[in-house]
């Protein structure tokens, strides 16, 4: 007995994927990967998943009759008036940083909303309005990733949860948080029965979780990224941390030796972040109260843009061996679409809260 | 990639402080080895997550037991294996929320806790012999009985037109003489209908019907969005979107949108798909799996909160025209005009209300029809079906005709001297022996079509389910 309809249809003739989207209620959770960098949301439609991202990023520009004429002119730029500025935010940010030579601003730090960032609530949720329609159907089920707490930094933490669950809510609908190395492990380790240890590589930290059976039992985060690289190359090399992250992402490939400055710095840079990130494992695991007990060797997935340069599993799996962790390790590898794995696995945990 | 994991292994294998390896008959293990099997990554989650629930639960009764008893019923129990997976924050969250906190046990004095202490370790003893089972990967379970649709406004009865006709039609709309107008723009010609009725002593007429005897009320039960002046830009989009997923699939006769705009989808001459495994009678006449014999009229409805949603008046009127029209046109008897829910079953299962649109709450009267919900149920008067528990959870109980059906049986039961379960089980198999014959017509009918060239035929596999498209 069923009370909608497909079944109607499956005995009518051969069901299609579509029908899913059509007929059944509440078809439509949405998973959502608040980033520092980038935002990324996605949802099912039919048997694939759809994800559409915009950066998390802002720069503002005198306003002018001119300017604004201009920016209206172009349908990709998202902006708005905030007095005398006009504020351009998302995806077009970098073009317009690269343009005027200037520093893009982020509303998040650290993994968090930026507390040094007056406009950090304000371009937020401007950028979450282009990802987010509103609810369909009241109490539709939303997954949004939290990082996990640095130490000292839990307060803060509480804060910028609260803050965004409130806005899904206020959109319509049902909004849970979820740890985001364990939705690394939601969407890439389902074959490992949800067992192993994800780790998200994004812009503001590096974030991994160990859980066993879908529970975490490990969740810990750095306060090095992306940015912490952009930040420290623009230092050295004397450019801007928007000009390092455009050059980075144009193709830096860390398994060959480094051809000039920029790269050697590069290089330096994500080692760092690398040692960083095995010792915090190492050290979370080994001090950890109470862990499953398996004899099972864990994979490891790693996931985020920072995760994306050539070379980058390799670093990571040689850093590794220098410092054996205290579990055995199946595997490192990098997660299908390393962008959007946090937000699938969002999607897979709202589909289950639904 | 194999070489790396097998190195890496080894090398920390050397250090390995709490990897331990888990003992025979273990919960965890059992959790594993069952969700293995499933592929679907929800579904797998659900199990999971609803395993580990249970043996919360139980946790959480351990908890009552004093200090020393209750560490030796951890060991006793295995439950020690389980403790560090059970957690009431398991996505992680900073503030987990719509998460009880976990109640504090209450103190127990001694007797009491000795008893549970005995009855947890009977349990643990039959838990470490048997598999480990959550509920299925499926539905949870629903908790409270919804309606499916509203009662409505009842609209003053007014006198059935003598005659409907065609006044006018355009490129893409007709406009008939009560009013009704009918947005052709999605219309599509399907396969012709053909069909042989029963007569409930004779069984299988010979003669081969092709006009329509009657007019199944459906709700669309659609993900579309809300009524409401918010979503106007995206309004029309949705029921654009349902009507042409209903056309490329044949689905109903006709659909009336939220606004009481009535769309043809498949003509009138033709089968559509729509009725699924169903019965209806009327008289000695017995009409199986209604694709062929009914004309589907849908109601766009939305899917909310395990329920949909009533009507409009807007669709209302639309659907008394339409059905003023159809009835007219095809001189289709007043109880044969007949909400789908009434008529939907089971066949494996033997159940009624397969689906329930319009199992309560059809406007019978606003229609000017006689109210088919006190009427004693075909499907279980004439064929034995019966329902579950899950019927009674969504409905509350099931339609004041289905319970006059059952009164028939158990009269017929106690005539006869034997039981209602005997009696069911006669009818029971006259269902499968009718089913069966009306199979056969149809795959010869189809294998002549086909013989003599027919457009567009199908031939099915035999075994496949035929009744639908």
Redesign the interface.
């Known amino acids: 007995?069923?009370?909608?309809?497909d079944?109607?249809?499956k005995?009518?003739?051969d069901a299609?994927d579509?029908?899913e989207?059509?007929?059944?209620?509440?078809?439509?959770p949405l998973g959502m990967d608040v980033g520092t960098s980038k935002v990324v949301a996605s949802r099912k439609s039919g048997k694939e998943i759809q994800s559409a991202h915009q950066l998390n990023a802002f720069i503002p520009v005198k306003w002018a009759p001119f300017t604004e004429r201009t920016i209206q002119a172009q349908s990709d730029i998202a902006w708005y008036r905030d007095g005398e500025d006009l504020v351009i935010y998302g995806s077009a940010t970098e073009r317009f940083a690269n343009m005027f030579n200037a520093e893009a601003r982020r509303p998040m730090a650290d993994g968090l909303l930026n507390p040094r960032e007056k406009q950090a609530w304000p371009v937020l949720e401007a950028i979450l309005q282009t990802l987010v329609p509103?609810a369909?159907?009241?109490?539709e089920t939303l997954?949004f990733s939290?990082p996990?707490?640095i130490a000292g930094k839990?307060a803060e933490?509480?804060y910028?949860?609260?803050v965004l669950?409130k806005y899904f809510q206020g959109l319509g609908y049902?909004?849970?948080?979820?740890?985001e190395?364990?939705a690394v492990i939601?969407s890439e380790l389902?074959d490992q029965?949800?067992t192993g240890i994800g780790i998200s590589c994004g812009g503001g930290m590096c974030n991994a979780?160990l859980a066993?059976?879908?529970?975490?039992?490990i969740?810990f985060s750095i306060a090095k990224g992306g940015d912490f690289i952009d930040r420290s190359v623009g230092a050295v090399v004397d450019e801007h941390a928007t000009r390092v992250k455009v050059l980075k992402e144009e193709g830096l490939d860390l398994s060959r030796a480094p051809r000039d400055k920029f790269e050697k710095a590069l290089h330096i840079y994500y080692e760092d972040l690398v040692e960083s990130l095995v010792e915090g494992l190492r050290r979370a695991?080994?001090t950890?109260e109470?862990?499953?007990?398996?004899?099972r060797?864990l994979p490891i997935v790693l996931s985020g843009g920072t995760a994306k340069p050539r070379g980058f599993r390799e670093l990571f799996?040689r850093t590794?061996?220098s410092r054996?962790?205290?579990?055995?390790?199946?595997?490192?590898?990098i997660a299908s679409d390393p962008l959007t794995a946090t937000a699938r696995g969002a999607l897979?945990?709202a589909?289950?809260e639904k | 990639?194999a070489g790396?994991?097998v190195?890496?292994?080894a090398?920390?294998?050397?250090?390995?402080?709490?990897?331990?390896?888990?003992g025979g008959g273990d919960f965890?293990l059992s959790?594993?080895e069952k969700?293995?099997s499933i592929r679907d990554?929800?579904a797998?989650?659900?199990f999971?997550?609803r395993s580990?629930a249970r043996y919360q639960e139980a946790d959480r009764k351990l908890q009552a037991v004093p200090t020393p008893l209750r560490t030796l019923l951890y060991k006793v129990t295995r439950f020690d294996?389980v403790?560090?997976?059970l957690?009431t924050n398991?996505?992680?969250?900073?503030?987990?929320?719509?998460r009880p906190e976990p109640r504090r046990p209450a103190r127990l004095g001694l007797p009491a806790a000795s008893l549970l202490a005995g009855f947890a370790l009977v349990a643990a003893g039959y838990q470490a012999t048997r598999p480990v089972t959550a509920e299925p990967a499926g539905e949870a379970p629903r908790l409270a009985p919804r309606p499916?649709a509203e009662t409505l406004p009842v609209l003053p009865q007014g006198v059935s037109p003598s005659r409907v006709w065609l006044v006018q039609s355009g490129d893409r709309w007709e406009l008939y003489s009560n009013g009704l107008r009918v947005d052709t723009t999605y219309a599509i010609a399907g396969e012709p209908r053909r069909f042989r009725a029963f007569h409930v002593a004779a069984g299988m007429q010979e003669a081969v019907e092709e006009k329509p005897v009657g007019i199944l009320f459906?709700t669309?039960?659609?993900?579309?969005?809300?009524l409401e002046e918010?979503f106007n830009e995206k309004l029309r989009d949705s029921s654009q979107?349902?009507l042409r997923?209903l056309r490329r699939?044949?689905?109903y006769h006709y659909l009336i949108d939220r606004f009481g705009q009535v769309f043809r989808v498949v003509e009138e001459t033709a089968k559509a798909?729509?009725?699924?495994?169903s019965v209806w009678a009327r008289g000695d006449l017995v009409f199986l799996n209604l694709?062929n014999a009914f004309l589907g009229v849908s109601f766009e409805t939305r899917?909310?909160?395990?329920?949909a949603l009533p009507i409009t008046e807007a669709q209302l009127a639309a659907g008394r025209s339409l059905t003023d029209y159809l009835r007219k046109r095809w001189e289709i008897a007043a109880d044969l005009c007949v909400p789908h829910g009434l008529t939907?079953v089971?066949p494996r299962k033997r159940?009624i209300?397969?689906?329930?649109?319009w199992a309560r709450g059809f406007p019978f009267e606003a229609f000017g029809l006689p109210d088919q919900y006190a009427r004693p149920a075909p499907s279980v008067a004439l064929f034995g079906f019966g329902y579950?528990e899950?019927?009674v959870r969504?409905m509350g109980r099931p339609w004041a005709g289905v319970r006059e059906a059952e009164r028939i049986l158990a009269d017929e039961a106690a005539a006869r001297g034997t039981t209602v379960d005997e009696v069911r089980r006669e009818r029971q198999r006259r269902f499968d022996a009718w089913l069966a014959e009306q199979t056969s017509d149809q795959d010869a009918a189809d294998a002549r079509r086909v013989a003599a060239g027919a457009v567009g035929a199908k031939v099915r596999a035999p075994g496949v389910?035929r009744?639908?498209?």
């Open positions: 007995m069923a009370e909608n309809k079944h109607l249809w005995v009518a003739d299609q579509r029908i989207d059509l007929v059944k209620a509440g078809a439509n509103k369909r159907t009241a109490g997954a939290v996990a707490a839990e933490l509480v910028h949860e609260a669950r049902r909004a849970v948080a979820i740890n190395g364990l939601f389902e029965n949800f979780t066993y059976l879908s529970i975490p039992s969740m695991i080994s950890a109470k862990l499953p007990r398996t004899d060797p799996e590794l061996r054996a962790l205290p579990v055995d390790v199946a595997e490192v590898r897979i945990a589909m289950y | 990639m790396t994991a190195h890496l292994r090398r920390q294998n050397e250090k390995r402080p709490t990897a331990r390896r888990s965890v959790i594993e969700s293995r990554p929800v797998k989650l659900r999971i997550r580990l294996r403790t560090p997976l957690t398991p996505n992680g969250a900073a503030r987990p929320a719509g499916v459906h669309s039960e659609s993900d579309i969005w809300p918010s979107g349902l997923y699939n044949h689905v798909n729509h009725a699924g495994h694709n899917w909310e909160g395990g329920r939907s089971n159940l209300g397969h689906h329930l649109d579950d899950r019927l969504v389910n009744i639908g498209g």
